[in-house]
């Protein structure tokens, strides 16, 4: 850990939070006739809560106790594919009256004596806590993954509360700015999509299509791939990160846990067209990159789907335009389910998706239209980029100064983080040790919400009431 400025200290997560998993929503729960809303891994975004979608939840007797969430709260993610996106969290508002929140999310509540609630976001997508988080996740099946065990090793840097607070203002403002012209970047990209969707569409008129089924224009069924674990020396497999825009990057790759003959039915090809599965984001759901060029021997993963078109009477260049549409994307939301937060596709639905299919001739012209139009466009494309990435940069930037204690001023008037966590600790071990379970320890630091008294409230899930979580804002 690097050096940290006089009266800050290294702390680990678990001494300053209260850390709870959330509830798995099983297929047959049979609890009293109850509904709460239901927080999920998509309702999660970093920095903020996305909650245009909330799902609801038949709560057991004690769970609403043991998983509302209090404002202050911060709601991370479990796991994610990718390791950018490891960890992701944002604060809960109490935006809604007695949420939960379910077991791919992990809930933790910062103890107000120790720990601004504003503060513990900002910090924990910062660059510190993003480089420990990707050192403790694990990996199942290509997937990275936290735990609340895991989540007790990660340290932050905790500066006295006073000075939390005037880290929190100086950032919010540099960031709300920062925020305004990342949303302006935002408009420019949709605006991009829109016309190269418009030059698509014009090109479409000029010709006479019929709509065909996709499943029928291709030269096998479409096929799913192979979970392969990570080995050194073993044959390679592609990533989903491999799917970027409409070509495939086929750079992006790993070692799997198997031979070349295993992965023989696997390979990929010139003109294969690669589909993710999955996705947390509707908008990144079924996204298609054409395999453009001649691969090197490389396997798809069980992430993908395999879509091989009959060149006879579809172009891969033309299937890779038609996909990316509007035309192909309203479907693909209309058949999209969802498991765990992840919105998933599968073969049969996406096989069943209706394409418009000119003549081969008309797709040569199509592509070639569009392809003279969007060569006018790669200059805004690099410059809309570059533009992101300098915000990225600046954003990651400013976390790190901000926390290595260089944004604002120490003022020693405050009390050093150190002696805080030191009495803090003293009053905990001087608790008998009949009352230092993990229940009596919650009730102290961080008791539940009150119940909304507007709202009744079943039987099955009683009527005690519990003070509010102060948080000391």
């Excluded at 891994?41 to 057991?60: M, T």
């Excluded at 594919?81 to 077991?103: D, F, K, L, T």
């Excluded at 494309?381 to 604002?408: I, K, T």
């Amino acid at each position: 850990m690097t050096d940290l400025p006089t009266g800050w200290a290294w702390t680990l997560i678990g001494d300053v939070t209260e850390i709870q998993g959330g509830i798995q929503k099983q297929q047959k729960r049979r609890p009293a006739n109850n509904a709460y809303p239901f927080l999920r891994v998509a309702n999660v975004l970093r920095g903020r809560l996305d909650l245009s979608e909330v799902h609801e939840i038949e709560l057991f007797d004690g769970e609403l106790e043991r998983y509302s969430l209090c404002e202050g709260d911060l709601l991370v993610v479990e796991g994610n594919g990718s390791p950018g996106h490891i960890g992701r969290a944002a604060r809960w508002r109490r935006e809604i009256p007695n949420a939960v929140h379910q077991n791919h999310l992990i809930r933790l509540r910062p103890n107000a004596r120790l720990l601004d609630a504003r503060y513990l976001e900002l910090v924990w997508n910062s660059p510190q806590v993003a480089d420990q988080l990707r050192a403790v996740a694990g990996s199942t099946s290509g997937l990275m993954t936290l735990s609340v065990s895991k989540l007790k090793k990660v340290e932050i840097p905790l500066p006295p509360l006073a000075e939390q607070r005037r880290i929190v203002a100086a950032l919010e403002d540099h960031l709300s700015r920062l925020e305004a012209g990342t949303r302006s970047l935002h408009g420019i990209v949709e605006k991009m999509q829109a016309l190269r969707n418009s030059v698509f569409d014009h090109a479409l008129r000029t010709f006479e299509a019929s709509q065909v089924r996709f499943a029928d224009v291709l030269e096998m069924p479409l096929a799913n791939g192979r979970s392969v674990q990570t080995r050194p020396g073993g044959f390679p497999v592609l990533r989903l990160t491999a799917l970027k825009g409409r070509h495939a990057d086929l750079s992006e790759w790993k070692e799997g846990d198997w031979e070349a003959a295993d992965a023989e039915r696997y390979l990929v090809a010139k003109g294969d067209f690669l589909i993710s599965r999955g996705n947390g984001s509707l908008d990144l759901l079924a996204r298609g990159s054409l395999v453009a060029d001649e691969p090197f021997p490389v396997a798809f993963p069980d992430t993908i789907i395999r879509a091989r078109p009959n060149i006879s009477v579809l172009n891969p260049r033309y299937l890779a335009l038609v996909w990316s549409s509007g035309i192909v994307r309203r479907q693909v939301k209309s058949i999209a389910r969802t498991t765990a937060g992840i919105y998933k596709v599968n073969q049969k639905s996406l096989g069943d998706l209706m394409i418009p299919l000119p003549s081969v001739r008309a797709q040569q012209e199509i592509v070639r239209a569009v392809s003279d139009k969007e060569a006018s466009l790669a200059k805004l494309d690099a410059a809309q980029e570059y533009a992101r990435m300098r915000a990225d940069h600046l954003r990651r930037s400013l976390l790190r100064e901000a926390f290595a204690g260089r944004l604002v001023a120490q003022d020693p008037a405050d009390e050093p983080a150190s002696v805080l966590l030191e009495r803090i600790r003293a009053e905990r071990e001087s608790v008998p040790k009949t009352r230092r379970g993990r229940k009596a320890r919650a009730v102290k630091t961080a008791p539940a919400p009150a119940i909304d008294p507007t709202r009744p409230l079943p039987e099955a899930v009683g009527r005690g009431t519990q003070g509010a979580l102060d948080l000391g804002l």
